[in-house]
């Protein structure tokens, strides 16, 4: 007779002590200044899923897939174009199927100087892939974007935030200087595995700052959420407020198929003109605050 796993109120001190303990938020790691005496760091980012949302799940929607489209038909185009005007540099978050789809939109990205890191393969869900499978899908990603673009990425934004119990160890295989999935701080902080301090940086993210939980629908999901985007701009304006007063650290996730509609779009150019009048703000990507804060802690 096979026992039955245990249900989490019988779980014994080890069992959950080990599972909160397996990755942890260690130091903070927000400098005492940033760069050019800025007062606060901004890191504007940008999911490039394109089909793969609708591909990891089988790929049965045509409509669906046609949304991905236009993130690569009309949205990367004007994403682009504005960060150029606004001699801006910004992260771009890229499945290994989408630069496949589009090898020449990533090799645009790097060559107006941002960055491109990992987001998966087909946007999988890690934490339904098993160990296994998943470091091999993580690996092939970083040896597929470096293929198409030549450069290899030093980053890891997991599709869908979804972290496994084995993705850091994975990050650290391949060596990473920062994950950008997790939630514990606002600012940047140094990544615990096991007790063990990694020197890998976490740039958080959280699901206030990111377009999509306002934006997004799904007809056959029931999912119709619409937030004004007169109201989504007065929340990333207000998150951006606190960073700049705090002297911290202010991230934005954004994807190229939600925030790119012409009755969106302007939530993001008047973000940058809000961040810019303060005056003292530094617009990087998140390799470079990676670098500048672990620098700065002697990592």
Same mark, same amino acid.
């Given at each position: 007779?096979?026992?039955?796993?245990?249900?989490?109120?019988?779980?014994?001190?080890?069992?959950?002590?080990?599972?909160?303990?397996? *990755?942890?938020?260690?130091?903070?790691?927000?400098?005492?200044?940033?760069?050019? %005496?800025?007062?606060?760091?901004?890191?504007?980012?940008?999911?490039?899923?394109?089909?793969?949302?609708?591909?990891?799940? #089988?790929?049965?929607?045509? %409509?669906?897939?046609?949304? #991905? @489209?236009?993130?690569?038909?009309?949205?990367?185009?004007?994403?682009?174009?504005?960060?150029?005007?606004?001699?801006? @540099?910004?992260?771009?978050? !890229?499945?290994?199927?989408?630069?496949?789809?589009?090898?020449?939109? @990533?090799?645009? *990205?790097?060559?107006?100087?941002?960055?491109?890191?990992?987001?998966?393969?087909?946007?999988?869900?890690?934490?339904? !892939?098993?160990?296994?499978?998943?470091?091999?899908?993580?690996?092939?990603?970083?040896?597929?974007?470096? @293929?198409?673009? $030549? !450069?290899?990425?030093? #980053?890891?934004?997991?599709?869908?935030?979804?972290?496994?119990?084995?993705?850091?160890?994975?990050?650290?295989?391949?060596?990473?200087?920062?994950?950008?999935?997790?939630?514990?701080?606002?600012?940047?902080?140094?990544?615990?595995?096991? %007790?063990?301090?990694?020197?890998?940086?976490?740039?958080? *993210?959280?699901?206030?700052?990111?377009?999509? +939980?306002?934006?997004?629908?799904?007809?056959?999901?029931?999912?119709?959420?619409?937030?004004?985007?007169?109201?989504?701009?007065?929340?990333?304006?207000?998150?951006?407020?606190?960073?700049?007063?705090?002297?911290?650290?202010?991230?934005?996730?954004?994807?190229?198929?939600?925030?790119?509609?012409?009755?969106?779009?302007?939530?993001?150019?008047?973000?940058?003109?809000?961040?810019?009048?303060? $005056?003292? +703000?530094?617009?990087?990507?998140?390799?470079?605050?990676?670098?500048? +804060?672990?620098?700065?802690? %002697?990592?």
């Amino acid at each position: 007779m096979t026992d039955l796993p245990l249900e989490p109120w019988q779980w014994p001190e080890e069992t959950w002590r080990a599972k909160v303990d397996r *990755v942890r938020a260690g130091r903070n790691l927000k400098p005492k200044t940033w760069p050019n %005496g800025a007062r606060c760091a901004v890191a504007l980012s940008f999911d490039v899923d394109h089909e793969t949302n609708e591909l990891r799940d #089988g790929g049965k929607s045509v %409509g669906r897939l046609s949304w #991905g @489209q236009y993130g690569n038909r009309v949205g990367m185009p004007r994403i682009l174009s504005l960060l150029a005007k606004e001699g801006i @540099q910004a992260s771009f978050f !890229v499945p290994a199927v989408t630069a496949l789809l589009y090898p020449d939109e @990533q090799r645009r *990205v790097i060559a107006e100087g941002h960055e491109i890191g990992l987001h998966g393969w087909i946007h999988e869900v890690n934490t339904a !892939v098993p160990p296994a499978n998943e470091r091999e899908l993580h690996l092939r990603s970083a040896d597929t974007l470096e @293929q198409v673009t $030549g !450069v290899r990425p030093v #980053g890891m934004r997991t599709p869908s935030w979804d972290f496994s119990e084995v993705t850091l160890a994975i990050e650290r295989e391949l060596g990473l200087l920062y994950d950008s999935s997790l939630f514990a701080d606002d600012d940047p902080y140094e990544l615990i595995e096991k %007790g063990e301090a990694t020197g890998m940086v976490e740039l958080p *993210v959280e699901w206030i700052r990111d377009d999509a +939980v306002y934006f997004n629908m799904n007809r056959f999901q029931a999912l119709r959420p619409y937030t004004a985007p007169e109201t989504v701009f007065d929340i990333f304006r207000r998150e951006f407020d606190g960073a700049y007063e705090d002297g911290g650290l202010f991230l934005l996730t954004m994807h190229p198929h939600i925030i790119t509609y012409r009755s969106r779009i302007w939530i993001l150019e008047k973000l940058i003109a809000h961040a810019k009048a303060k $005056g003292d +703000v530094w617009f990087a990507s998140h390799a470079e605050i990676a670098r500048y +804060v672990k620098a700065q802690a %002697g990592l």
